[in-house]
């Protein structure tokens, strides 16, 4: 770990950037935002942890805990809600036996997440997969992506 977060700093201090491009290298490089990770970065740039997590969690597109190797995104936008969404959340969860409270799968295979708009409700409900856009879902089509991922 101290050797990735090494090259992230020498990257931050070359192109000076922020601790949003900080932010950033940190989750594409563990795919979220480990606290040691953050605490690293926290003594050597001299600025308080609390600054890093707030801007975490500021913005949507930072993880503060390890996410599943296949991301669905349920749409609970308006269009979406009316159309269903929630069964399919509901049937998602059941079938990944995702803790109740959490949003990852034991095994880390799969994470479910909500947003409240993808900007395609012509397609309602919509279910991102693997940043694949599946619209006009229902609970059996959904049932056949995730076999097709298990």
């Given at each position: 770990m101290e050797a990735k977060l090494q090259r992230i700093l020498e990257n931050y201090q070359q192109t000076e950037g922020n601790i949003i491009s900080i932010l950033q290298?940190?989750?594409?490089?563990?795919?979220?935002?480990?606290?040691?990770?953050?605490?690293?970065?926290?003594?050597?740039?001299d600025i308080p942890p609390a600054k890093f997590f707030g801007v975490a969690t500021f913005y949507a597109q930072f993880h503060l805990k390890p996410r599943g190797k296949n991301i669905?995104?349920?749409?609970?936008?308006?269009?979406?809600?009316?159309?269903?969404?929630?069964?399919?959340?509901?049937?998602?969860?059941?079938?990944?036996?995702?803790?109740?409270?959490?949003?990852?799968?034991?095994?880390?295979?799969?994470?479910?997440?909500?947003?409240?708009?993808v900007g395609a409700c012509s397609i309602a409900?919509?279910?991102?997969?693997?940043?694949e856009v599946h619209g006009k879902m229902t609970p059996d089509k959904l049932m056949k992506e995730i076999k097709k991922l298990k």
């Open positions: 290298d940190i989750e594409e490089t563990f795919g979220y935002l480990p606290e040691e990770a953050i605490n690293w970065f926290s003594k050597r740039l669905i995104t349920a749409c609970c936008g308006t269009a979406c809600h009316v159309k269903g969404s929630e069964r399919l959340i509901n049937s998602l969860i059941k079938e990944l036996k995702i803790p109740a409270g959490e949003d990852t799968s034991e095994d880390r295979e799969f994470t479910v997440e909500r947003v409240n708009c409900p919509v279910v991102i997969i693997n940043k």
